[in-house]
């Protein structure tokens, strides 16, 4: 969760602008701090100390195993460095490192990254000759494919076998992507078989030297936020370092709208490759481009064209990036055409990303006979903008005035995917659904506690509510399901609990010192996501670690795999505070405790015999004994007998899934009126018809089975049914106010 003020903390510390005389070094392999970065780390030391809510020391930091972090980050697997390599970088560097950072002294950093770098440089090289050779394709050993609890190798040497089995475990793994799935039986003497391996070894080539190319193309800053971000999570994992390129990024996501041209790009074999025109952008507008072309050359306005084959895409982007209203030219090659080329000249514009907006939909069920409407409203994010851009809140707003007009009976919040945002707008998003009333209390390092209220007594929808969550709903996501939760205004559906996430972290832009920020005519710098307050619920519980547990699970995959809070290294610990004492006003919509237990043993009774849920059993046991698989033969008969097996398993689940498509309910799709006006533009633009583009009033069973989403659904319904009056049509139900 975010705080949407971008802090300009000043800090003062003696700024002396640092040349390192290594930067003139003719090694071009070789990576090297920059004087910018030198005041970025001493700014990051200070901010974690003065901003944080530990208030953290560099003096706290564990050295040794601040360096077996960096380490694992360069060498997850533990394929290059030796045991040798990490006890001489704890030898030269931890009694050191703490002064070094103090200093703003990236260069043990940099040391222990350019030796991983001459390493797998080395090792790729050597692979791509090993791949030369006749690869082993029928052994009886086996292969360990996660080596990542694995000690360090003893020397180089003894990396040799494990590379050797890596190899042929790829070898094999390209040589089956040909046989045909239905074959069970392949041996030695197959025909087939030096054509596959040929087919192989030049995939293998090529993207073996692929890897090459791009830690070639690791630039120092990348080093850096690798370096400072391994640095920060020693304290907590959701403090990093942003470099100004992954703060860019962040922007971006938060927005939902940047400045460019409005194509998605791709590296294909070195070649700029658009995939995708984003509707309603200058890229599309220009009718110039379609995807798949390829991207040759850049130039900005009048200027010089830039070749960019085989350039780092990175580059490419920041090339075609650049301020609104501006000229950028492009030479491609049209795929319509690709033996010729042609310039396109776009005018870079503003973009909505609206695909990562709030969407709506309204599902058709069945109660007592009668026809109901359902509304849905999927929040991917608690997204805002400073300025006159896309705000979850009135978006979502939108949205269920939208679903109104349909006479929706209950309305279901999708929060499964939502990791979080910006605390306003969760704060601004829980005052839809209640009168007025506390949504989240905040407790600062100095341990001071700020509540935060919904003043405003407007309910946008006053009637049955119900949150859908995920392992995967953190941070804001939990705020409000927690909020609704305490206020008794939803019924929780969903995973067990909640990802845990209870803490606020804030953005903080670096003050770069002048002489440095002279020279950057951009006024793009750095920033860190520190963690500065932690926050509670009104009841005075913490989400943190234990996230928000629902009122009526679902089963899930999700609560198998190392994906919430507590599966995060050095998480702070979860507590609690003083709940906030308020009264809940008689026109808000209230659902009883007794509800709940009647809903969840109807749930659990429905779920007995339910062909749904035994799909879902067998489906969870199936991914957990994939999971659990860590070794695979390098036999390729084996491997061929292991596949049939997992691929009849496969198609059986895959049938049975799609069986269950006939249990879907209905729907037809609510969009947003920019998105609306996106697609309107959009087919404008391509010369099609423009009123194609507005919303069908046909409801369409969905293909794909939602089994979470269904089976809320179905406790949406057996809730109208508790509501409703015996004998008594659904019509009599008392219908929602606003107020």
Known sequence: MIINTLSHMKFCFLCVLFIPSILISSDKA?????????????????????????????????????????????DKQKLYFTNDDVSEFHKKYSKTIKTHLQQGNLLPGFEMYNSYKTKAISRLSWVLKEIEKKPILFSDQNYTADRGSSTWASSKESLDPIWNKLIQSEYI?????????????????????????????????????????????FEPS?????????????????????????????????NNEFVGIGARLQDEDGLCTIKELLPGGPAEASRDLEPNDVILKVAQAEGEFVDVVDMKLTKIVELIKGPQNTLVRLEIRPIKDPSSTKEVRIIRDKIKLTENLAKASIKQVEVKGETVNIGIIELPSFYG???????????VEELIN?????????????????????????????????????????????????????????????????????????????????????????????????????????MIQMNLPFNLLANRNNGKTSAAKITIQKYYLPSGKSTQINGVSSDISIPS??????????????ALPNDSIV???????????????????????????????SDVFNYLKRNIE????????????????KRIQYRNKERQTTEKLNTDRDNLSTLSYPQKNIRLDIVDNQLFESRKARGLDEEASSNSEEFIKPLDFDLPLNETLNIVKDYLLLKLPKEAALNQLEKPQEI
Do not use: C
């Not at 199936?622 to 008969?637: A, E, G, I, Q, Y």
């Open 173 to 217: 793994r390209e040589v089956m992507q040909q046989i045909d799935t239905n074959v069970s039986v392949f041996d030695s003497e197959s025909k087939e078989l030096p054509n596959y391996i040929d087919n192989a070894r030049q995939n293998l080539t090529k993207s073996y030297s692929r890897w090459i190319k791009n830690i070639e193309e």
């Open 579 to 609: 709940a906030v004492n308020f009264r809940k006003t008689d026109e808000q919509y209230l659902v009883e405790d007794n509800s709940i237990s009647t809903l969840s043993e109807s749930a659990k009774k429905r779920r007995i015999q």
């Open 402 to 506: 939208k679903l109104k007009t349909y006479e929706i009976e209950a309305l279901v919040l999708d929060l499964r995917r939502n990791g979080g945002g910006y605390l306003s707008e969760a704060v601004n998003l829980t005052g839809l659904f209640i009168s007025r009333g506390p949504v989240v209390q905040v407790k600062n390092t100095d341990g001071k506690i700020r509540k935060k209220f919904d003043f405003n007594p407007k309910i946008s929808w006053n009637g049955p509510l119900f949150t859908l969550v995920s392992r995967y709903s953190a941070s804001a996501s939990e705020i409000v399901a927690g909020a609704l939760q305490d206020h008794k205004r939803a019924i929780i559906i969903g995973d067990e609990s909640t990802h845990g996430k209870g803490t606020v972290q804030s």
């Open 30 to 74: 070789q990576l090297f701090p920059t004087a910018l970065m030198k005041h970025e780390t001493q700014w990051l030391m200070k901010v974690l100390e003065q901003a944080h809510y530990n208030k953290v020391s560099i003096e706290d930091l564990n050295s040794t195993d601040f360096i077996n972090k960096f380490l694992g980050k360069l």
């Open 222 to 254: 990348d080093v850096q936020e690798i370096y400072l971000t391994t640095l920060t999570h020693m304290f907590d994992p959701h403090t990093v370092f942003m470099n100004m390129k992954e703060k860019e990024k962040f922007d971006q996501a938060m």
């Open 557 to 570: 995959i999700n609560m198998s795999l190392p994906i919430g809070e507590s599966d995060l290294e050095n």
């Open 385 to 395: 903008s400073s300025g006159g851009g896309p705000k979850a809140t009135d978006d």
């Open 622 to 637: 199936f991914f957990k004994k994939r999971r659990d698989k860590k070794m695979f033969s390098l036999n390729l008969t």
